[in-house]
C-alpha cells in the first residue's frame, strides 16, 4: 500500500516516519563479477610477457603468496599474485616458473602492499622476490586500533566490500587450481591498493604515519630466526616425558618422521601426528606388533611405515647420548614463576605491565605492538643502572625496539621501574 505522501508501507518506521531521511548502514557488497577468466602463468615465456606489462602499470604493486601448509613440508609460495594499477591481476605459478629475478629487478624500488607481510616476506624472497619498501594494510590496520585485523574483515571495514575467506587453508600445490580458488586469490590483492590508500589517509590523520613506516621497515627488514639446535624439542607434549630414556625415544621417532617428511615433502603431522610419538614413547612398545596395536599410534603412515617406526623406536631405547634438560642462557622463565625466583623483576614487570596498559589505551595502539612483551620481560629481569629514561631508552633500542616505542614508552617504564622499587622498600621497612 503506497501512501499520499508517496512512500510505501515497507518504508516507514514504527512512529509512521520514512526511513528515507533515517540513516542506515549499508550492506557489505559482493565484489564486482569478473568478465575475463582468470589464468594462472605458467610459463617463462608468458611470465616475461606480464613483467613488462607490470612494469609498464603505475603506483605500488599488491602482493600476496599462497602456500601449503599443513599439507606440504616445505613453506614455498605455490602461487603468488600481483596486482599493479594500470596493468591488472596477474596469478604467477612459482614452481613453474622458477626464479622471479627480471620480476624483481622491474619492481623492487616500488612500494609493496601485502597483508601481514611477515608471513610471505619469506617464501617471496626464496624465489628471488625482494622488496625495498613495504606497506603492510594489517600492520596499519593494528596500529589505528582496529580490534579485527584479518583481510576480510579490513577490507569490509574499510572499503565495504564482503570478502570470502574459505579458501585460505587450502592445498596450493593442487593442480590445476579450481576458478574459484583463482578468483579468491586475486580478490586478495585487487583491493589491496585502495585499502592501503584508505588506511594511509587515516595514519596520517592520526599521526601515525611516522610509527607506520618504521614498523613497515622493521618488518621488512627482519632477520630470520636461526634454525633451532635441537627442533625436535618442539614436539608438542614432549615436557611431560619425564624420563630421559622415554625422551630420547621421542627424540628418535620425530627424526625419523622429518626426514620422510621432508623426502616425500608431505607436512610431519599428515604422516603421524605428535600425539602419537609422544604415546609410542612413553608406552615403549616391547615389538613392531605391540607398536602396530597401540590404539593412539595413528595417522596415514603410522602402519605403513611400521618398519620405519620401529628402528626408530629400537634407536632411541639404545641411545647413549641422553637427552638433558636444559634451557638457553639467554632464555628468561616463564613469568608465572618469577614471582619465587625473582621477585624484583616480578614487580617491575607488573608495574610496567599496568602502565604501558594504559598508554595503550590513551594512544589506540594494542599493547603488543606498542612494545614486544620478550623485550618487556628481558629489561624487567636485567634492567639498566641507573634506573632513568635515558637508560631505559638505550636498552630498548639494544634489545630492538624503533625510536617511536622509545619515544612513547621509556619514560613511563622507568616511572614504573622506580615505584615498584619504593614500593618494595616501604613494605620491607613497615615489616621490620
Not at 602499470?57 to 594499477?85: C, H, N, T
Request: net charge negative.
Amino acid at each position: 500500500m503506497r501512501g499520499a505522501s508517496g512512500v510505501t508501507d515497507d518504508n516507514l518506521t514504527e512512529d509512521g516516519e520514512s526511513t528515507s531521511d533515517v540513516e542506515t548502514t549499508p550492506a557489505p557488497a559482493e565484489p564486482t563479477p569478473r568478465t575475463l577468466a582468470l589464468t594462472v602463468i605458467d610459463t617463462r615465456e608468458a611470465y616475461l610477457d606480464a613483467v613488462e606489462k607490470i612494469a609498464a602499470g603505475y603506483g605500488p604493486i599488491a602482493v600476496d603468496a599462497e602456500r601449503a601448509s599443513g599439507f606440504k613440508f616445505s613453506q614455498r609460495a605455490y602461487l603468488i599474485q600481483l596486482y599493479r594499477r594500470g596493468a591488472g591481476s596477474f596469478l604467477f605459478d612459482p614452481p613453474a616458473i622458477g626464479s622471479f629475478a627480471e620480476l624483481n629487478d622491474a619492481i623492487s624500488r616500488e612500494e609493496w602492499i601485502l597483508h601481514a607481510a611477515s608471513q610471505d616476506l619469506a617464501c617471496l624472497r626464496e624465489v628471488g622476490l625482494d622488496p625495498r619498501v613495504i606497506f603492510d594494510t594489517e600492520l596499519a590496520a593494528r596500529l589505528l586500533g582496529i580490534p579485527r585485523v584479518g583481510l576480510g574483515s579490513v577490507v569490509e571495514e574499510f572499503l565495504g566490500i564482503h570478502l570470502k575467506k574459505e579458501h585460505s587453508a587450502a592445498d596450493w600445490s593442487r593442480r590445476p587450481l579450481p576458478e574459484s580458488w583463482l578468483e579468491y586469490a586475486a580478490l586478495d590483492v585487487e583491493l589491496l591498493p585502495d585499502l592501503r590508500d584508505k588506511l594511509a589517509e587515516l595514519l596520517i590523520e592520526n599521526s601515525k604515519a611516522v610509527i607506520a613506516a618504521q614498523e613497515f621497515e622493521a618488518t621488512r627488514a627482519k632477520e630470520p630466526k636461526p634454525v633451532a639446535a635441537e627442533p625436535w624439542r618442539r614436539l608438542t607434549g614432549v615436557h611431560s616425558l619425564r624420563n630421559p630414556r622415554n625422551v630420547a625415544v621421542a627424540r628418535a621417532l620425530w627424526m625419523a618422521r622429518d626426514a620422510l617428511a621432508r623426502e616425500i615433502d608431505v607436512s610431519p603431522g599428515r604422516l603421524v601426528p605428535d600425539s602419537s610419538l609422544v604415546a609410542a614413547a612413553r608406552v615403549l612398545p616391547e615389538s613392531k606388533r605391540e607398536l602396530a596395536a597401540l590404539k593412539e599410534f595413528s595417522g596415514r603412515a603410522s602402519r605403513t611405515e611400521i618398519d620405519r617406526w620401529w628402528a626408530a623406536l629400537e634407536e632411541g631405547k639404545t641411545a647413549t647420548d641422553l637427552p638433558v634438560n636444559r634451557r638457553s642462557e639467554d632464555t628468561l622463565p616463564p613469568p608465572r614463576s618469577w614471582a619465587d625466583r625473582n621477585p624484583e623483576a616480578d614487580a617491575r614487570l607488573k608495574a610496567a605491565r599496568a602502565s604501558l596498559l594504559e598508554l595503550s589505551e590513551f594512544v589506540n595502539i594494542p599493547v603488543e605492538n606498542l612494545l614486544t612483551p620478550e623485550i618487556l620481560r628481558r629489561i624487567a629481569w636485567t634492567p639498566p643502572e641507573p634506573l632513568t629514561a635515558e637508560g631505559i631508552a638505550a636498552s630498548l633500542s639494544e634489545l630492538g625496539a624503533r625510536p617511536w616505542q622509545l619515544e612513547l614508552t621509556a619514560q613511563p617504564i622507568a616511572q614504573a621501574f622506580v615505584d615498584a622499587h619504593q614500593k618494595a622498600e616501604n613494605e620491607s621497612e613497615a615489616s621490620s
